[in-house]
């Protein structure tokens, strides 16, 4: 796959606004002055901070949710790209507030772009979550150590002098790719092990201590109750209110034309092979900007975010506000890429939409649609893996059957006659 180009300075060649006129408009509105026109195009998405996240509390086999006692195990299956790292805590059952859970980076779920597989128990540890002083592990255990405020460290580092057996003779965790951007976990509860283990919270994340980081206070944020009671639903409520697809929307392209023209793309034809392909699957604009105006029409780019130093994509939150130049009843298209995918893009409707004499502000969200232009498969969204297949199919409304935001949950556009 080409890859989405955060910064496109360097590809637009200075194509910040570039514009040319069409030589030749037959149809109505000649008449009337050409006005100017404001568009904003604003990321509304939501700022999620975790890909996908769950909880995994039912023992296999089992038809309620539960620990996992000796010999039974949890499983649970995920989507994942290749910047993604998985981390997850599940108590050790006979402690105060021990819990098992790789370090704050992670585990590497792609290996130079191929899926990693196998046995990954020794990125596994145990740990104390610094919320409750610990007593001897084992059955008789009342778990009613008194508060301890202190930090989350590794059970290795407490020197409480107990012991809580070893990792590898107590769990044993597998990782299996199930083709699709999809893995499988399995969290054995081993037979030699010296605890039981809670229901498991889970997390697919990009950035480092999803969890907790090592040396510092819990975040009060439900781990406490894994670690000390083994409770998964806080901490995974947590998760779940902050897990989902975020996507920055790449520089804009836009062109003016007439009532029949249809200069980007014609619904389910495929792609002229002016650069829409580009667009979709790397965001950047130029070499269709260019088609066009060598066609004749009046085109730009757009590529300044409202309070960013630099081109490029706007992130939630961002926006790019930008002027065009048309004469009423003209029509206006546009095209940006959405950036977390693999050939999807922003548009109308192939006809574009059309310009109006009014002078109120007019959000047109409702004339946006995703659409997927037919030059690579799809993949589930936010994953975007190496995959550089051609698909050599139409443009067409996104319809794949991958849960997709609706357009208006990403984007919102504008427009105002000045």
């Not at 009613?144 to 020197?159: F, H, K």
């Not at 996507?247 to 092979?273: C, M, Q």
């Amino acid at each position: 796959m080409k890859v989405f180009r955060l910064t496109l300075s360097l590809a637009l060649v200075g194509l910040l606004f570039t514009q040319c006129l069409k030589k030749d408009f037959p149809h109505g509105g000649d008449h009337l002055p050409a006005k100017m026109y404001t568009v904003t195009v604003e990321n509304v998405s939501t700022n999620y901070m975790f890909f996908e996240s769950g909880v995994s509390s039912i023992p296999e086999g089992a038809s309620v949710a539960g620990p996992a006692h000796p010999g039974e195990s949890f499983k649970f299956s995920f989507h994942a790209g290749p910047n993604h790292k998985l981390s997850f805590a599940t108590m050790y059952g006979f402690s105060n507030d021990g819990f098992y859970a790789p370090d704050g980076m992670g585990i590497d779920l792609y290996n130079s772009g191929s899926p990693v597989t196998g046995d990954i128990t020794s990125q596994v540890m145990l740990w104390d979550a610094g919320t409750q002083m610990n007593q001897m592990p084992g059955m008789a255990n009342m778990h009613d150590g008194a508060d301890e405020n202190g930090v989350v460290q590794l059970m290795s580092a407490v020197g409480d002098g107990y012991d809580y057996g070893m990792v590898s003779t107590n769990l044993k965790v597998t990782l299996d790719y199930d083709g699709n951007s999809m893995f499988t976990v399995t969290i054995d509860n081993l037979a030699t092990t010296t605890t039981g283990i809670s229901p498991v919270a889970w997390v697919v994340h990009s950035a480092e201590n999803p969890l907790f980081e090592a040396g510092m206070a819990d975040y009060d944020k439900g781990l406490e109750d894994l670690a000390e009671t083994g409770n998964a639903s806080v901490l995974g409520d947590y998760l779940s209110m902050n897990s989902g697809y975020v996507s920055p929307i790449a520089p804009v392209l836009w062109v003016i034309h007439d009532k029949d023209d249809r200069p980007v793309f014609t619904e389910n034809d495929p792609d002229y092979g002016w650069g829409l392909e580009l667009l979709a699957e790397t965001g950047d604009p130029s070499e269709l900007n260019t088609s066009l105006m060598d066609n004749g029409y009046t085109s730009g780019v757009y590529n300044m975010p409202d309070i960013a130093g630099g081109a490029g994509p706007i992130f939630p939150g961002d926006k790019y506000t930008f002027t065009i130049e048309a004469k009423p009843n003209k029509y206006l298209s546009i095209a940006s890429m959405l950036g977390n995918s693999n050939d999807e893009f922003f548009a109308f409707g192939d006809d574009g939409f059309k310009l109006t004499v009014g002078n109120a502000v007019k959000d047109i969200t409702s004339e946006v649609m995703i659409w997927d232009a037919g030059t690579e498969p799809n993949e589930y969204p936010g994953a975007k893996t190496s995959n550089e297949d051609v698909e050599g199919g139409t443009v067409r409304m996104l319809d794949d059957g991958f849960p997709w935001p609706e357009a208006s949950q990403v984007i919102k556009v504008t427009i105002q006659k000045n």
